[in-house]
């Protein structure tokens, strides 16, 4: 069993940054794809990005087109958190985002591929 624990939301202007934090129980947190999501008000949840375990010491990250250039995924195992650093921040970027972790190397760009989900943090944009 695995929790996940957002922080690090709040509100920022536009083009503003923010970096949120997931941490997470567990002692294999380092065998984990990590991943997040974002819902905002009225719309499906949506993949932002994720940090995917290849095997070993190896990760990779894929993101979301719509924050390619903007966003980073880094994770610190010795921490069991996983960030996101948020840059040039839009109104578009408004929602509660969500981390995610799937066992092993699986764990793609659908909700569904993840088994364990924090509660969310609310990110909120003004323009």
């Known amino acids: 069993q695995v929790q996940l624990v957002e922080s690090g939301g709040g509100l920022v202007q536009a083009g503003g940054s923010l970096r949120l934090s997931c941490a997470a129980s567990g002692r294999t947190f380092s065998r984990y794809t990590m991943a997040w999501f974002r819902q905002a008000p009225g719309k499906e949840r949506e993949f932002v990005g994720r940090n995917r375990w290849i095997g070993g010491s190896i990760y990779v990250k894929y993101y979301a087109d719509s924050v390619k250039g903007r966003f980073t995924i880094s994770r610190d195992n010795a921490k069991n958190t996983m960030y996101l650093q948020m840059n040039n921040l839009s109104p578009e970027d408004t929602a509660v985002y969500f981390c995610?972790?799937?066992?092993?190397?699986?764990?793609?760009?659908?909700?569904?591929?993840?088994?364990?989900w924090g509660q969310g943090t609310q990110v909120t944009v003004s323009s």
């Open positions: 995610a972790a799937s066992g092993g190397t699986n764990g793609g760009s659908d909700s569904t591929d993840y088994d364990y």
